[in-house]
């Protein structure tokens, strides 16, 4: 069970109202988020002993926060924690999770929402009335819903003047004179250059991409229609899904056998949600699914449940890869496409192989293909690796491996797990005792390779967002330069045809001019076929200033980001 749906489920309709009022004030930029600076503020009115303030300040969320709470104390007068409290080493790891920050910010998300603040509220409360603060207290016997709000000493008089500071404002405003904007988001950036960066009111590297993307990246791919071209434009759910697992693998198995693409994911209870439902949804990340219509959406399907498992990942699981006679059947929709869009959201791919059916059909081989550009997350899973003897094995191995060569195209030999990955015991009878330990020990990698998921998912979100941003400023020098060739008066048709026609050289062109790596340009088929439903004269200029602005994010921001911030989950 969560902990927002034990402790803040449970506080009582007044004392929420109350704590409402508490978290817009401590909320200072209004951006809904209590965040290092604005909770050393307002927890310090609890007046709180120093050990259990320690308890609550020393939070280990990353450098910055600690620099925060430094300055915020200073600010305040009130130098209870010293520099030596708030250094992470120094306090041991099996208190680091007992402590009112790490408990109320379970998610480790670096700020506190408004059920994580009525938690934070209420184990203040525990602890002014003489309680240990542990995670066990959430599930003990406490009256969450009749335990009056904490003691915050000062607190009324300081919301007073804010309420009066904010009428005064308010009738300036209304007298012609506007009031300035205090808001941090509104000017994250410095106007004059790019390259300098604040980031007080940042709360995580995720948090830092998400405003990057909005402010820097997103203006350039809307002007030169990246969206339509290559990934449609990116929501906030996009940055705030949990990692994803994609299992991908042949049709094998009695008929019927799964037709549709499902992703598992956590949930209140046991329930299906359609695919129409789901892509319209905004708090999942799976808008981008509409451009493939309703076709593939009457085959896609959200299924949920709670287990602490989806409390961190997700799984998107396929229909099998048609082979043989199968395979001349069209689907109705982009099977290939949907693959793809997928692969470039999940974290890692099992591509799935049975001993007894090794070949890759010509659909398996376009699905392979699409894979390209995320080699990285692939794993090839030998499953069922117990039904043949130990000779039969390693013929079957040396087959699979050839296979793959020919299809992967990669001098690289891909990461191959061999077992029987199920509820079944292994049939020790056609592996031997050897057999069986190799299996165990295959198994056992697999799963560290999952269990790594999280804490590589933020790193692979960066990855994922650089590689964005090089693809978008190569899509910007691609449909500026089709712009610049393209005639002022006469003959604009006959020019365009001839663009598309001798797009290689276009793109050859565009990559000696802006010294560009060739390795990263897109598709030139697949580039073709999109540009042909368009009219070139209508795109835009080149713009240099938004391109230097996409360099500047590349060469300063994210640096700037990765040196002040560290992964939640290190």
């Given at each position: 069970?969560?902990?927002?749906?034990v402790a803040?489920?449970s506080?009582?309709?007044e004392n929420?109202?109350?704590?409402k009022e508490w978290f817009?004030f401590a909320?200072s930029?209004?951006?809904?988020?209590?965040?290092?600076?604005d909770?050393?503020?307002?927890?310090s009115?609890?007046?709180?002993?120093r050990?259990e303030?320690?308890q609550f300040?020393g939070?280990s969320v990353n450098e910055?926060?600690?620099?925060?709470f430094?300055?915020?104390y200073a600010d305040?007068?009130a130098?209870?924690?010293t520099d030596?409290d708030l250094?992470?080493?120094a306090v041991p790891?099996?208190?680091?999770?007992?402590r009112?920050?790490?408990i109320a910010d379970a998610k480790?998300q670096?700020?506190?929402?408004f059920k994580?603040?009525?938690?934070?509220?209420?184990l203040?409360?525990?602890a002014?009335?003489g309680?240990?603060?542990?995670h066990?207290v959430?599930h003990?016997?406490v009256?969450?819903?009749?335990?009056?709000?904490?003691v915050m000493e000062?607190?009324?008089?300081?919301?007073a003047?804010?309420?009066h500071?904010?009428s005064?404002?308010n009738?300036?405003?209304?007298?012609?004179?506007p009031?300035?904007?205090?808001s941090?988001?509104?000017?994250?950036f410095?106007?004059?250059?790019?390259k300098?960066?604040s980031?007080?009111?940042?709360?995580?590297?995720v948090?830092?991409?998400?405003?990057?993307?909005i402010?820097k990246?997103?203006?350039?791919e809307?002007?030169?229609r990246?969206?339509d071209?290559v990934?449609?434009?990116?929501?906030n759910s996009d940055?705030?899904a949990?990692?994803?697992?994609m299992?991908?693998?042949?049709?094998?198995g009695?008929?019927?056998?799964?037709?549709?693409?499902?992703?598992?994911?956590?949930?209140p209870?046991e329930r299906?949600?359609?695919g129409?439902?789901?892509?319209v949804q905004?708090?999942?990340p799976?808008s981008?699914?509409?451009?493939?219509?309703?076709?593939f959406?009457?085959?896609?399907?959200?299924?949920?449940?709670p287990?602490?498992?989806?409390?961190?990942v997700?799984?998107?699981?396929?229909?099998?890869v048609?082979?043989?006679?199968k395979?001349r059947?069209?689907r109705a929709y982009?099977?290939?496409g949907?693959?793809?869009w997928f692969a470039?959201?999940?974290?890692?791919i099992?591509?799935l192989?049975d001993?007894?059916?090794l070949?890759?059909?010509?659909?398996?081989?376009r699905v392979?293909?699409?894979?390209?550009?995320h080699d990285?997350k692939?794993?090839v899973v030998l499953?069922k690796?117990?039904?043949?003897?130990t000779?039969?094995?390693?013929?079957v191995y040396?087959a699979?491996m050839?296979?793959?060569?020919k299809v992967l195209?990669?001098?690289?030999?891909?990461r191959?797990?061999?077992g029987s990955?199920?509820?079944k015991p292994?049939?020790?009878a056609?592996?031997?005792?050897?057999?069986r330990?190799?299996f165990?020990?295959?198994?056992?990698d697999?799963?560290a390779d999952?269990?790594?998921?999280?804490?590589k998912a933020?790193d692979r979100?960066i990855?994922?967002?650089?590689?964005?941003?090089?693809a978008a400023?190569?899509h910007a020098?691609?449909?500026?330069h089709?712009?610049?060739?393209?005639?002022?008066i006469m003959g604009k048709?006959?020019?365009?045809?001839?663009?598309?026609d001798?797009l290689?050289?276009?793109?050859?062109?565009?990559?000696?001019e802006?010294?560009l790596?060739?390795?990263?340009?897109?598709n030139?088929?697949?580039?073709r076929e999109?540009?042909?439903?368009y009219?070139?004269?209508?795109f835009?200029?080149?713009?240099?200033?938004?391109?230097?602005t996409?360099d500047?994010?590349?060469?300063y921001?994210?640096p700037e980001?990765l040196?002040?911030?560290?992964n939640?989950?290190?």
């Open positions: 069970m969560e902990i927002d749906s803040a489920g506080c009582s309709k929420q109202l109350i704590y817009e909320d930029d209004g951006d809904g988020r209590i965040t290092g600076n909770a050393i503020k307002f927890f009115m609890s007046n709180l002993p050990p303030l320690k300040f939070v910055n926060s600690c620099c925060s430094r300055r915020s305040a007068d130098v209870l924690i030596a250094n992470a080493d790891s099996s208190m680091k999770r007992t009112v920050w790490a480790r670096g700020y506190l929402g994580d603040f009525i938690v934070a509220m209420q203040v409360s525990l002014q009335t309680h240990e603060i542990s066990d959430l003990s016997d009256d969450f819903k009749n335990m009056n709000p904490p000062g607190l009324g008089v300081l919301m003047k804010k309420k500071s904010s005064k404002s009738d300036l405003s209304v007298n012609g004179s009031s300035a904007d205090a941090l988001t509104a000017h994250w410095s106007s004059k250059s790019s300098k960066i980031l007080s009111s940042v709360t995580s590297i948090d830092g991409l998400k405003r990057l993307y402010q990246l997103k203006p350039l809307v002007a030169y990246f969206n071209f990934s449609p434009l990116l929501t940055f705030d949990k990692p994803m697992v299992l991908l693998g042949a049709h094998i009695p008929e019927p056998t799964t037709d549709r693409f499902v992703v598992v994911m956590s949930g209870d299906s949600i359609p129409n439902t789901v892509a905004a708090d999942m799976f981008g699914l509409t451009t493939f219509g309703t076709a959406l009457s085959k896609f399907e959200c299924s949920q449940m287990h602490p498992l989806l409390e961190h997700a799984f998107v699981d396929t229909p099998g048609l082979s043989g006679e395979q059947t069209q982009d099977f290939t949907v693959t793809s470039s959201k999940c974290d890692l099992l591509l192989f001993p007894h059916k070949d890759v059909s010509d659909e398996f081989k392979i293909s699409s894979l390209r550009g990285d692939i794993r499953n690796a117990d039904q043949v003897d000779q039969q094995l390693m013929r040396g699979l050839w296979s793959l060569g195209n990669t001098p690289e030999v891909s191959v797990y061999i990955f199920s509820d292994i049939n020790e056609a592996t031997g005792p050897i057999g330990e190799l165990e020990k295959e198994q056992d697999l799963l999952l269990k790594d998921i999280p804490k933020c979100r990855n994922e967002f650089v590689k964005r941003a090089r400023k190569i020098c691609i449909i500026s089709l712009k610049k060739e393209m005639p002022a048709a006959k020019a365009q045809q001839k663009l598309i001798n290689e050289d276009v793109f050859g062109k565009v990559q000696r802006h010294h790596p060739k390795g990263d340009f897109p030139v088929e697949q580039f999109v540009l042909s439903g009219n070139i004269d209508k835009e200029k080149l713009k240099p200033k938004m391109l230097q996409v500047d994010m590349l060469g921001d994210i980001l040196k002040n911030f560290r939640p989950y290190d």
